[in-house]
């Protein structure tokens, strides 16, 4: 059972305009959010996150909003640039316990000229 | 630099041969963790260690074996009981209990099995 989901395989943005990244989770007792960023051949790198006592989460370009009731949380980019093209994945943990955490499939992010 | 180094970066295998893969780190972690990732899939947890001596399992823990005999090291091992070993592997670690949740990753050791 998936309990953090990305339902969008992949999106395709022109640069300049808002990125918008959708995730959803089943676990109630998540407690804290993160998006990583990951390029081809790499590892992710850490990039925003969000703790539940908050509904938003804002880091230059990149803002993270959290909808509780809906557990739901997006990560928007803006303005998009072509640097932005890659897999963005969304986890949840509970309790602080990087052990715990559960990553979404990812979301590949095309951002074109 | 402080980072995570994993090698080899390829690997390639034959069938009933085991794999170590190794990862190194110099943040000063206590706790190191890997992951697998399958195309369309999340990364999963196969291992993670929380201090030198002791490590548990994740959730796919079947088929791999790992040892962490020093804070900066936490190899992996890939059995021939692993049934699809062809993924990408991840390392990673993180700062001391409190942290919540950032992990540091490696680039990752790419293994195909022929």
């Known amino acids: 059972d998936q309990q953090v989901k990305q339902n969008s395989p992949s999106l395709s943005v022109q640069e300049g305009r808002i990125s918008i990244l959708n995730c959803d989770y089943t676990n109630s007792m998540f407690d804290y959010f993160l998006w990583y960023k990951k390029y081809p051949a790499e590892g992710p790198t850490f990039l925003i996150s969000?703790?539940?006592?908050?509904d938003k989460n804002e880091d230059g370009r990149f803002t993270v909003f959290l909808n509780k009731s809906a557990k739901h949380l997006s990560l928007h980019i803006v303005p998009s640039q072509p640097g932005d093209s890659a897999v963005y994945f969304c986890?949840?943990?509970?309790?602080?316990?990087?052990?715990?955490?559960?990553f979404g499939t990812g979301t590949r992010l095309q951002v074109f000229p | 630099d402080g980072g995570i180094t994993q090698s080899p970066k390829y690997l390639f295998r034959k069938e009933g041969q085991n794999v170590t893969l190794s990862c190194e780190q110099n943040?000063?972690?206590?706790?190191m963790y890997w992951y697998r990732q399958d195309p369309g899939q999340g990364l999963r947890l196969i291992y993670y260690?929380?201090?030198?001596?002791?490590?548990q399992k994740g959730d796919i823990a079947e088929g791999y074996s790992v040892s962490r005999e020093k804070k900066e090291s936490f190899p992996l091992t890939v059995t021939s009981a692993q049934k699809n070993p062809t993924a990408f592997y991840l390392c990673a670690s993180s700062a001391p209990p409190g942290n919540t949740g950032e992990l540091f990753f490696g680039e990752g050791s790419r293994l195909t099995v022929l």
């Open positions: 943040l000063n972690h206590d706790a």
């Open positions: 986890a949840a943990s509970y309790g602080g316990n990087t052990d715990k955490l559960i």
């Open positions: 260690s929380q201090i030198v001596n002791d490590f």
């Open positions: 969000i703790s539940s006592i908050k």
